[in-house]
């Protein structure tokens, strides 16, 4: 039997959480990851469920993830975000990617999504490659900006 694509279950988080920190690693910031499987379960399973993922599964073992939460456009509508999205390095090349993309695509359509958005690092060449293969648009132009945690903190302190 080949490769499952399925959508991700609570027992599958310890397989994502090794899939995180083979991304991290592979993008040159493996100390950067500090989530932990109980915050996977919470977040993702709890209340209020802030994302999703699919999974391909191969002699059930986790080989791959497709991670994904909504976001909204002012714009354009719901959108659906890939957060991260990995098959690890042993099964690359069997179209694991391409199956699990294609499966997130149709996530976006079951979901009414307007369309889907992600960001990837312009010196990852496979991935731009491979997104390119689809005809999506690599978009240059907009800036990523985020404040962590502990700036916000010190800088909501600075003005009470």
């Known amino acids: 039997m080949g490769t499952i694509i399925r959508k991700g279950e609570i ?18 910031a ?9 915050q996977l379960r919470k977040d993702g399973f709890g209340s209020r469920r802030l994302f999703e993922f699919i999974i391909a599964e191969h002699h059930s073992k986790i080989v791959g ?9 002012t714009w354009k509508g719901k959108f659906l975000y890939l957060e991260d999205f990995i098959v690890t390095e042993s099964y ?6 391409t199956d699990l993309f294609n499966a997130l695509m149709q996530v976006s359509l ?13 010196w990852n060449e496979p991935a731009l490659h491979f997104y390119q ?6 978009d240059s132009e907009w800036v990523n900006g985020k404040l962590m945690r502990s700036e916000i903190e010190k800088l909501l302190t600075k003005t009470a």
């Not at 493996?30 to 109980?38: K, Q, R």
């Not at 993830?65 to 456009?73: K, N, T």
């Not at 690359?92 to 990617?97: A, L």
Request: proline share 2%; with cysteine.
């Open 11 to 28: 027992d599958d988080l310890s397989g994502i959480l090794n899939l995180i920190h083979e991304l991290a690693k592979y993008e040159k």
């Open 92 to 97: 690359r090349g069997n179209g694991i990617g």
């Open 133 to 138: 293969k689809y005809g999506a648009v690599l």
């Open 110 to 122: 079951n979901e009414q999504c307007v369309g889907m958005s992600w960001q990837v690092l312009d």
């Open 30 to 38: 493996p100390a950067e990851v500090t989530i932990t499987l109980e």
């Open 65 to 73: 993830m497709a991670f994904y939460f909504f976001r909204y456009s």
